[in-house]
């Protein structure tokens, strides 16, 4: 007998890539979303919330944050015992609370996969575990449902605090850069004039660009960005006033200072092969 599993938010993009991906396994789909049209001619679609989630043995939640601790509250106490009701949220510090809260007969599974939906296969690709009840049982089970990937397990305030470096930062930084660029009038001229650094970087912007706003503004959003945010506008404010007052070797000293730190930690000759291939490979498309 098939194990039937349903999808919160299956029309979203992320909602998609699961509904695909279990339906690929063998599951029985369920698909249930009040804002996104449903896709996939293997996916039952439910026609509400509560009757979604009735019979299935697993629950995925492919909703914004900001939802996830009402949803499950109204969900949690409604599912069949034994269920596992499984968060893939950005930020855990908002629901794992939820998921500690809810009735015994329901088990919690609390990851983030770090990938978008143009990922075509789970293998070699990371997953964060973080622990709510039982953290042994809870990552074997998640390994079971996505064989293949590499998983990583962390608490949940750490998790929040990585996060904030790992996609805030980079979805702010690409989301102002992306907006400067919106706006030259001449980007062919740009395009044209432009290196290996700006390709690379204006591609990286407009990939996330293709991410709902929804999603881009819960990332950014996480409380623990403000503290790297911070040490950046100090940096630019600090180093921007520098250049201006002529003091170069306060800036060299910088630039230095970051070099040797980063030199310890990684192959700096490395990344900029790397960056190469990468220009490589956009220029072929």
């Not at 698909?31 to 629950?59: H, M, R």
């Amino acid at each position: 007998m098939k194990k039937a599993i349903t999808i919160i938010g299956a029309g979203g993009q992320m909602g998609q890539w699961f509904s695909k991906y279990f339906a690929d396994k063998d599951f029985q789909v369920t698909g249930f979303d009040e804002e996104n049209k449903i896709k996939g001619k293997d996916i039952i679609q439910a026609n509400s919330l509560v009757g979604a989630i009735l019979k299935a043995d697993y629950v995925i939640l492919c909703i914004p944050t900001r939802k996830t601790p009402e949803i499950i509250r109204l969900i949690a106490k409604e599912m069949k015992r034994g269920t596992y009701l499984i968060d893939i949220s950005s930020e855990k510090a908002k629901t794992v609370p939820s998921l500690t809260k809810m009735p015994a007969k329901i088990n919690p599974i609390c990851i983030h996969p770090m990938f978008g939906p143009g990922v075509k296969n789970i293998k070699g690709q990371n997953i964060i575990s973080v622990p709510v009840k039982d953290a042994k049982k809870e990552l074997t089970v998640a390994k079971s449902l996505f064989e293949g990937a590499n998983f990583v397990t962390i608490d949940a305030a750490e998790h929040d605090k990585k996060i904030a470096v790992i996609l805030g930062l980079t979805h702010l930084l690409n989301l102002v850069f992306a907006n400067i660029i919106s706006k030259d009038e001449k980007i062919a001229l740009t395009e044209k004039m432009s290196g290996t650094t700006f390709r690379i970087q204006k591609t990286l912007a407009e990939s996330i660009m293709t991410e709902s706003p929804e999603l881009i503004e819960t990332i950014i959003a996480n409380p623990e960005i403000r503290r790297v945010a911070e040490d950046l506008w100090k940096d630019v404010g600090r180093l921007l006033t520098a250049v201006q007052e002529s003091k170069t070797e306060e800036v060299i000293s910088y630039i230095k200072s970051c070099q040797e730190r980063l030199s310890t930690k990684t192959d700096l000759d490395t990344s900029y092969k790397k960056l190469t291939k990468m220009a490589n490979a956009i220029e072929k498309k």
